[in-house]
C-alpha cells in the first residue's frame, strides 16, 4: 500500500477574514523581498497590483521559497497552475483562497502502479518514425507517456498506438496547409500531450520541428514571441504550431517574418485533417530536428541534427545506462531542451520504457513533486540540472517526506549546466535517509552539438571529485592534484568517459593534441555529432576542423574522465538557461543616463549552490537618488523582459570603471574581477593605469604557455626526426646483415640509443618472467610506439605476428620479413587454418611469440575485446603465455595523432600462465587469466569481454 504523506492541514485563523488575509500576505511577501532584495524593499510600495518579477523581483527560483512560506504560514498546498501562472500579488492573493476554500486539493491515496512485461528495443528502426512505427506493429497498447499534474494527479496518458494515430491525423493538417518534405515548423507548446503528437506529425510529413520555449505565462507571450522572432528567421519556419492563447498576438509575427506562412493549434490542424496520404518516409540521414542553442541571439546557431544522429546518441546512452523496457523515467525536463526531449522522451521511445513527465513550473512550484513522482512510480532513471539538485537540497523539508522510498532509482544524470561538488555532496547526505544511494547520482556532460550526450561517468560508480591544485590550474593549465594540507583546493566533478563510438580529445592554442591534466579546449566526433548549424556557414566553419567539433569548453582528463573547467564564452547559465550577456549589454546601454559602451554583463558562479548569478555593470553620471533608482528599476525590466529574469544586481559605477581592450571591447573578466575584489566604484586610477596592470598580471601566464607551445612543437620536430634517422639506420643493417640474430641486436640497440636521444625513459619490470625457449607473449595495444619500445627491450629474437593488411609500402615489408615477423589475415579463432599451423610450427621450434590479442588499437583510452587467436594457439602449442602491459604509449602517440607529448613509459612482463587444454572452454578460460593480469595493472578502463 502507498506511505500516507503528511497531509496539508485546511484550516487558518486568516480565512475567515479577508482584510487580515490580505494584510497577513503582504507582510509575508514584503518579508520575503527584504531579504532578498534589501535596497529595493526600502523603497517599495507593496499592494496586491505589485508584479512578482518585475516590481518584485521574484524570478522562478525564488517563487519557489516564497510558495513554500506562504503554504507553511496559512497551512495549505497551493494549487500548481494558479501559482505558476501568478503575476502579481493578487493572482496570489487567489490562489491563496483556492486553497483555504480547500480547491487547491491533497495528495490522493495511491496505489503502486503495475510493471509493464518487458519489450525488445526497436534495434531494426533507422529513423524516429520507424522506432514509433516498429513499437505500435508489435504492442500498440503498450503505455509510452504519463503527463501529471504533479506527483499525485495524472492528466492523461499515450500509448503507442494512440500517439502515432493523432500525429497522422495531425500531419493530414500539416498537408492541408501545404507543408512538405523538408518544410520547417517551429513547435512552442508547453509539456503536453499536444507536444507530443505534433512532434511526430511533423516527422510523419517529412518536415524539421523547430522547438522553441513557451513563455512561463500566457501574458508574456506577445513579448516572448519578439525575442523567438530571430530563431523564427534563422529556420525560415512556415508555419507555428501554439496553444489557443497565441494565436492572435503570434499571427502579428508575419509580418515581420517573411516566410512565416501560418500560425494553427493542434485542435484546428486535426479539425483540418482530410482523406490524403503521407509522404513515403524519412531517411536516416534526413533532418530530423533543429535545435537552437543561442535563443534569441542576433545571430542563432539552430544545430542540424538527423535521424542516424538522434539515434546513435539514444543507442550510446542506453548502452552507458544499461537501458532497457524494464526501466522507468521520470521526467520535469522541459521538452524544448535537448536532455528533456532526446535525453528523456526518445530514449524511452527506442527502448519500450515508460515515461513519466511533468512540466517543469510543477517541479518549480514544489520541487519534492519530482521526487513523489518518483517514489509513485519506482522509477529507476530520471535526470536534472544541477540547480534542480540545489533547490532539493535547499527548499524541501524533510519533515513532509514521510514515505518516501527513493531506493528505486539505478541512475538519475546530472548535467546541462556546471555540476557542483558541494551539491552533490549536500543532496546525497539529506536524500540517504529516504533510500538515495550515493552511486546512483551519475554525472554526465553533453551539448546540442552531440544531440545531447557526450560523456557518461561509470554505472554505479557515483561521483568522482577531483580536489586539484587551484593556483597550478590558473597560472599553468595543469591540474596537479591539490596537496593534503591545500586549504584552499579546486574541486571539480567528472563528468565521465566518452560515451561508446564517440571520442574526446584535449587540444592546446594550436590544435595539438595534449596530455592528461592538461588544460585546453575540449573538441569531440562521433556518430551524433551534428553537420553545421543551419543557414549558418561562418558558425559552421568555427565549429568544425578537420573532422573534430569545438565544444566551446575547457576541460582536462584524468584516467579517462573528462573535467569541464569553463566555458570559453562568457555564456552565463542560470537555473538551466542560456544567457548571452551581449543582448543584456546592448539593452541597458538604451536607458537614458547610462554611458553606451560602458555596460558588462557577467556570472558569478555560487560555489556553494553551483548556479550563477547575473551581475550588470554600468557606467553613469547620474548622482541623484531617484534618477539612479529609475534606472535600476528599468534595468530589471530590461533584463527580464530579454532573458525571462531579473538580474541579482545591477551596480552603477562611475565613468570608466569597465574595462576595455584597446580596440574598445568590454572585458567582462577583467569587470567579473574588479567586482570580486570589491573595487566597482572605488578610485581606480586612470584607466591605462587599470589595463597596464591587469596586463602585465596576465603576461607570466601568457608567457608559460607560449614558452610551452613553442618547447612541444620543436620536441616534436626531433622527435620525428630522431624516428626516421633510427629507422633508415636499422632499414640499412637489418637488409645488410645475414644472421636474424644480428639484425635483431643492432635492431634493439638504435632503438634504445633512440629513446635515450629523445629523453624518453621506459620503466622496464619482470624480463625474468619470460621462459627461455618457447613463450607466447601478449601485450595491451595501444600506439604504433608499442612495437618500437618492444622491440628495444624484449629480449632474444622474438617474433611478431601481425595483420597481412598492416603491408603498405615497400620500405616496410621487405624490413620485417628481414626480422622475422609472420603475416596472418586475422588473429582470431575462426582465421585462417593454414596462418595458426604456421604459427604452431614456429613455436615449436623454440621461437618466442609476440601478439597483441586486442587486434589493434584505437584512440579511446581502455582496454578492448581480446581475439582467441593467440590462446588457441598457444593452447595447441602449449605454449606458456606471458601478459605483457605497455602504459604512456597512448599518451605519448596517440593513435590518429602525429603531435608526441612527452609522457612517463612503462613496460611490465607478469608470470607466465600454463595453458590447461585445447578445448573451447580451456582456450577461453585462458583468455580470462591473461586479460584479468593485464587490465589489473594496465591502469585503463575495461571497453568490452571476450569476442
Request: proline share 7%; charged share 20%.
Amino acid at each position: 500500500m502507498e506511505p500516507r504523506r503528511e497531509s496539508p492541514q485546511t484550516a487558518s485563523p486568516a480565512k475567515d477574514d479577508p482584510r487580515n488575509l490580505t494584510q497577513d500576505l503582504v507582510v509575508l511577501v514584503r518579508s520575503f523581498v527584504q531579504e532578498l532584495h534589501p535596497q529595493r524593499a526600502r523603497r517599495l510600495a507593496l499592494t496586491l497590483a505589485s508584479r512578482l518579477e518585475d516590481d518584485l523581483g521574484i524570478d522562478s527560483l525564488a517563487r519557489t521559497e516564497l510558495i513554500l512560506r506562504v503554504e507553511r504560514a496559512f497551512h495549505v498546498r497551493l494549487p500548481v497552475a494558479r501559482v505558476g501562472a501568478a503575476e502579481t500579488m493578487a493572482d496570489l492573493l487567489r490562489a491563496l483562497n483556492e486553497a483555504l476554500a480547500g480547491e487547491g486539493g491533497k495528495p490522493a491515496d495511491l496505489h503502486p502502479i503495475p510493471a509493464l512485461p518487458l519489450v525488445l528495443a526497436a534495434t531494426e528502426a533507422q529513423t524516429l518514425t520507424e522506432v514509433l512505427d516498429w513499437h505500435v506493429a508489435r504492442h500498440p497498447d503498450r503505455l509510452h507517456i504519463t503527463l501529471l499534474q504533479d506527483d499525485s494527479t495524472i492528466l492523461d496518458q499515450l500509448s503507442y498506438g494512440r500517439l502515432a494515430a493523432q500525429a497522422r491525423q495531425i500531419a493530414r493538417g500539416l498537408i492541408a496547409r501545404d507543408i512538405g518534405p523538408g518544410d520547417r515548423v517551429a513547435l512552442m507548446l508547453p509539456t503536453s500531450i499536444e507536444f507530443f503528437c505534433a512532434f511526430f506529425a511533423i516527422l510523419y510529413v517529412g518536415a524539421v520541428p523547430v522547438p522553441i520555449y513557451p513563455p512561463m505565462r500566457p501574458s508574456q507571450i506577445e513579448d516572448h514571441l519578439r525575442r523567438q522572432a530571430g530563431i523564427l528567421n534563422n529556420a525560415g519556419s512556415r508555419m507555428l504550431i501554439t496553444m489557443p492563447e497565441g494565436l492572435s498576438v503570434a499571427a502579428l509575427l508575419r509580418a515581420q517574418l517573411s516566410e512565416l506562412e501560418s500560425v494553427a493549434s493542434v485542435a484546428e490542424l486535426m479539425a483540418e485533417a482530410g482523406d490524403m496520404r503521407l509522404p513515403p518516409a524519412s531517411t536516416p540521414v534526413s533532418t530530423a530536428l533543429i535545435q537552437y542553442t543561442s535563443g534569441s541571439t542576433g545571430d542563432p546557431k539552430g544545430v542540424i541534427l538527423s535521424h542516424a544522429n538522434l539515434l546513435a546518441n539514444v543507442k550510446a546512452m542506453g548502452a552507458a545506462l544499461e537501458a532497457n523496457s524494464a526501466d522507468v523515467f521520470v521526467s520535469w525536463l522541459p521538452l524544448y531542451h535537448d536532455l528533456g526531449l532526446i535525453g528523456a522522451w526518445f530514449g524511452c521511445l527506442y527502448f519500450g520504457a515508460p515515461l513519466y513527465v511533468m512540466s517543469p513550473l510543477s517541479f518549480l512550484v514544489r520541487p519534492e513533486s519530482w521526487l513523489w513522482a518518483i517514489h509513485r512510480f519506482r522509477a529507476t532513471l530520471s535526470a536534472a540540472p544541477n540547480f534542480g539538485f540545489e533547490l532539493c537540497t535547499a527548499k524541501i523539508d524533510t519533515a513532509h517526506l514521510t514515505g518516501l522510498d527513493l531506493s528505486s532509482l539505478r541512475a538519475v544524470a546530472n548535467g546541462a549546466e556546471p555540476v557542483s561538488p558541494y551539491t552533490l555532496r549536500r543532496f546525497t547526505e539529506k536524500f540517504a535517509a529516504f533510500g538515495f544511494r550515493p552511486e546512483v547520482m551519475m554525472p554526465v556532460y553533453g551539448l546540442a552539438e552531440n544531440a545531447v550526450g557526450l560523456a557518461f561517468s561509470t554505472l554505479g560508480r557515483g561521483p568522482l571529485i577531483d580536489r586539484i591544485d587551484r593556483n597550478a590550474l590558473m597560472s599553468r593549465g595543469v591540474a596537479e592534484p591539490a596537496k593534503a594540507n591545500d586549504q584552499n583546493p579546486l574541486e571539480l566533478v567528472a563528468c565521465g568517459r566518452p560515451l561508446p563510438g564517440h571520442e574526446i580529445r584535449i587540444v592546446d592554442p594550436a590544435g595539438h593534441e595534449i596530455g592528461d591534466r592538461q588544460e585546453g579546449r575540449l573538441e569531440f566526433r562521433g556518430p551524433s555529432a551534428t553537420s553545421g548549424y543551419f543557414c549558418n556557414e561562418a558558425k559552421t566553419r568555427d565549429l568544425i576542423h578537420d573532422g573534430w567539433l569545438d565544444s566551446g569548453d575547457r576541460a582536462y582528463m584524468a584516467e579517462g574522465d573528462v573535467y569541464i573547467t569553463g566555458r570559453i564564452k562568457d555564456i552565463i547559465i542560470r537555473a538551466g538557461r542560456h544567457i548571452y550577456p551581449q543582448e543584456i549589454e546592448d539593452a541597458i546601454a538604451t536607458i537614458p543616463g547610462i554611458r553606451r559602451g560602458s555596460v558588462a554583463v557577467f556570472g558569478m558562479t555560487d560555489r556553494v549552490s553551483g548556479t550563477e548569478r547575473l551581475v550588470i555593470v554600468a557606467e553613469t553620471r547620474e548622482t541623484d537618488p531617484a534618477a539612479r533608482h529609475e534606472i535600476e528599476t528599468r534595468a530589471h525590466e530590461l533584463t527580464s523582459a530579454i532573458c525571462g529574469t531579473p538580474p541579482d544586481e545591477v551596480v552603477l559605477a562611475p565613468p570608466r570603471t569597465v574595462p576595455k581592450t584597446s580596440s574598445g571591447k568590454i572585458r567582462r573578466s577583467a569587470t567579473r574581477e574588479l567586482y570580486q575584489r570589491h573595487q566597482i566604484g572605488v578610485a581606480q586610477g586612470s584607466l591605462w593605469l587599470q589595463v597596464l596592470r591587469l596586463r602585465l598580471a596576465g603576461l607570466g601566464p601568457q608567457f608559460i604557455r607560449v614558452m610551452a607551445r613553442g618547447s612541444a612543437t620543436l620536441y616534436a620536430l626531433w622527435w620525428w626526426s630522431v624516428i626516421c634517422l633510427g629507422y633508415g639506420l636499422a632499414w640499412i643493417a637489418v637488409m645488410l646483415l645475414p644472421r636474424l640474430e644480428w639484425r635483431w641486436a643492432v635492431t634493439r640497440a638504435i632503438g634504445r640509443i633512440a629513446l635515450a636521444v629523445l629523453g624518453i625513459q621506459v620503466a622496464v619490470s619482470g624480463l625474468d618472467h619470460i621462459p627461455p625457449g618457447k613463450a607466447l607473449l601478449a601485450f595491451n595495444h595501444s600506439s604504433y610506439l608499442d612495437v618500437i619500445i618492444l622491440a628495444a627491450f624484449l629480449p632474444g629474437i622474438p617474433t611478431f605476428v601481425a595483420k597481412k593488411r598492416f603491408l603498405g609500402g615497400m620500405l616496410i615489408i621487405p624490413f620485417l620479413r628481414r626480422l622475422g615477423t609472420f603475416f596472418v589475415e586475422r588473429i582470431e579463432m575462426m582465421g585462417d587454418i593454414k596462418d595458426i599451423e604456421m604459427i604452431i610450427a614456429a613455436a615449436r621450434q623454440s621461437r618466442m611469440l609476440v601478439m597483441f590479442p586486442e587486434g589493434t588499437f584505437t584512440r579511446r583510452a581502455g582496454l578492448a575485446a581480446f581475439h582467441l587467436g593467440a590462446f588457441k594457439i598457444a593452447s595447441e602449442a602449449d605454449l606458456p603465455i606471458v601478459p605483457g602491459i605497455l602504459q604512456g604509449t597512448r599518451v605519448m602517440l596517440r593513435p590518429g595523432q602525429w603531435f608526441p607529448r612527452r609522457a612517463p613509459l612503462s613496460l611490465s612482463i607478469e608470470e607466465a600462465i600454463q595453458p590447461t587444454g585445447t578445448d573451447f572452454s580451456s582456450v577461453l578460460q585462458l583468455e580470462q587469466q591473461v586479460r584479468k593480469v593485464i587490465l589489473t595493472h594496465c591502469g585503463e578502463p575495461d571497453l568490452g569481454e571476450s569476442t
